[in-house]
């Protein structure tokens, strides 16, 4: 079994925002943790969809549920309820905000003995 990347308490923020439940008409999906741990490993992982592990579904059900999702806004609803209580868990830098000096990538007034 794949090591699963939720905790109960973040799946209780997301549950309500997933479609699909019990009471939801219509067709719904076996298990919503176990789809969204799916797309978080694809996520995670780099991995294209045809590698997904056998545990979390079939490949390709697993993807035309993503995009029915994806249509459907609910990751935007799972991220404004996720964002609201940020953990910190991982701090990000990203490359824009640095600078290098203009020495360091050749601008007017760098090395002047040329090779």
């Given amino acids: 079994m794949t090591r699963m990347s939720l ?3 973040q799946w209780s923020v ?8 019990k009471s939801d008409p219509g067709r719904s999906g076996t298990d919503n943790r176990m789809f969204v741990e799916g797309i978080l ?3 995670r992982t780099g991995s294209p969809w045809r590698d997904l592990p056998p545990e979390f579904g079939k490949w390709n059900t697993v993807f035309r549920r993503y995009r029915d999702w994806a249509k459907a806004d609910v990751f935007s609803r799972i991220f404004e309820a996720l964002s609201g209580d940020p953990d910190m868990e991982y701090a990000m830098v990203d490359a824009t905000i640095v600078k290098v000096h ?4 050749g601008a007017k007034g760098g090395l002047k003995a040329r090779p």
């Fill in 7 to 9: 905790t109960d308490r």
């Fill in 14 to 21: 997301i549950e309500p925002h997933c479609l699909g439940k």
């Fill in 41 to 43: 490993w694809i996520a």
């Fill in 102 to 105: 203009r020495h360091g990538h």
